[in-house]
C-alpha cells in the first residue's frame, strides 16, 4: 500500500527492490568511505558514507548520508538545503531554534536550511540515521514558498518507512528517472502533512546588520581573516559588543562561522576535482588535518570522502 496524501492522493510504492531490498541501513565497517583503516579498527561503529544522485537523467544532485556514531558529536552548523533526517537505531539529541529535539527509529527530523544545530549521542548505544539535504525548491513544488515546519520531528512511521527505502534505492544506485518519480511525491507529502506557510519575518535587528557586516568581512577575507578588534572598530563596537551581536544573530561565534564558510568554499573545490590538500590551502585552513576536522565536525565525513563521493556521481 502507498503512502497517502493529505489530499486523497497515493504515492507510489517506496519499499526497495533487486539490490537495494538487501541495502544495510548501517554500512559494512569494511567498505565505509570516511574513516582510515586504523580508526575502524578502534570503534567499527563510528563511520559515515557520503552518496550523490542525480535526480533525474543530467537532473541536479541529491546529496545522502548515512551514518552510525557511538560518539561523534557535530559542531554548531547550518546547511543550504533542508536537512531531512530519518531515524534507524538509537537516539540521537539535536540542539536546534534554542530547545533539544530527539530522534529515534522511525522519527524524521526536518531542519530548515540557514538554522544552526548541532547532533550527538543520547544514549550508550549511539545512534544511526539516514539524512537527504534538498534544495528548498524541491520541497517547495506545487506551492507558492518552502514549507516551514513549526515541529521539527515528525512522527509518520509510514512516510518515514518510504523516506527511508527512496533513501537505500538511492544509496545503491536507483534508475535516475525512477527517482525523479518518486521523489517529489515523497517531499510533497512531507511538506503537505506537516509543513505550515513560512511565518512572517521580524524586522532586520542591529544585531543582523552587524553579522551581516561581519560575515562579508570575514568571506572577503577567507585566507587572511581580520581580527576582532579590526572587525569592531568600524562598527563602533567592542570586541565583546561584537561577539554579542554575531552569536545572537547567527548562534555562533565568528571563527566558528568562518570554519564553516571554509568547509563550504572547500565543497565546491573538491567536486572541482582538487584534492583534500589543495582544498585546504585555497580556503585557508592551516593544512589538510585542519580541514578534515573541521569536515567531520560539520559532515560527519572526511574531504577525501566527500570528492570520492561527489566524483563518482559525474562517471
Known amino acids: 500500500m502507498g503512502v ?76 543550504e538545503e533542508f536537512s531531512v533526517g530519518i531515524g534507524v537505531s538509537g537516539h540521537e ?6 530547545g533539544t529535539l530527539h530522534l529515534g527509529p522511525g522519527s524524521i527530523v526536518v531542519l530548515a536550511p540557514g538554522e544552526v544545530h548541532t547532533g550527538g549521542p543520547g544514549a550508550s548505544e549511539g545512534y544511526a540515521y539516514r539524512a537527504m539535504y534538498p534544495a528548498a525548491h524541491l520541497l517547495a513544488e506545487g506551492t507558492a514558498t518552502p514549507p516551514y515546519f513549526r515541529d521539527p520531528v515528525v512522527n509518520d512511521p509510514e512516510l518515514a518507512a518510504a523516506l527511508r527505502a527512496a533513501h537505500a534505492e538511492l544509496s545503491v544506485g536507483a534508475d535516475p528517472l525512477e527517482v525523479e518519480s518518486r521523489l517529489p511525491w515523497l517531499f510533497a507529502a512531507l511538506a503537505r502533512r506537516h509543513g505550515t506557510a513560512v511565518p512572517s519575518r521580524a524586522p532586520v535587528s542591529g544585531a543582523d546588520r552587524i553579522a551581516r557586516v561581519v560575515r562579508e568581512s570575514l568571506a572577503d577575507g577567507l585566507l587572511a581573516p581580520p581580527s576582532l578588534a579590526d572587525l569592531a572598530a568600524p562598527l563602533g ?12 544573530s547567527t548562534g555562533l561565534p565568528p571563527y566558528a562561522w568562518l570554519a ?20 585546504a590551502a585555497l580556503v585557508g585552513f592551516a593544512d589538510q588535518a585542519h580541514l578534515t576536522r573541521w569536515f567531520r565536525r560539520v559532515l560527519g565525513v572526511t574531504p577525501a570522502a566527500y570528492r570520492n563521493s561527489v566524483q563518482d556521481a559525474r562517471r
Open 237 to 248: 563596537l567592542s570586541r565583546y559588543q561584537l561577539l554579542r551581536a554575531f552569536r545572537t
Open 260 to 279: 564553516q564558510y571554509r568547509v563550504t568554499r572547500a565543497r565546491a573545490h573538491l567536486e572541482a576535482g582538487r584534492t583534500p590538500a589543495q582544498a
Open 4 to 79: 497517502g496524501t493529505d489530499d486523497g492522493g497515493l504515492l507510489p510504492e517506496a519499499a526497495p527492490r533487486g539490490d537495494a531490498a538487501h541495502a544495510t541501513d548501517v554500512p559494512d565497517p569494511a567498505a565505509t568511505i570516511g574513516t582510515d583503516s586504523r580508526r575502524r579498527r578502534r570503534n567499527p561503529r563510528e563511520h559515515a558514507v557520503w552518496t550523490r544522485t542525480p535526480l533525474g537523467p543530467g537532473g541536479p544532485a541529491l546529496d545522502l548520508l548515512t551514518a552510525r556514531f557511538d560518539r561523534h558529536r557535530y559542531a554548531p552548523h547550518c546547511h
Open 93 to 98: 539529541v539535536i540542539d536546534y531554534r534554542g
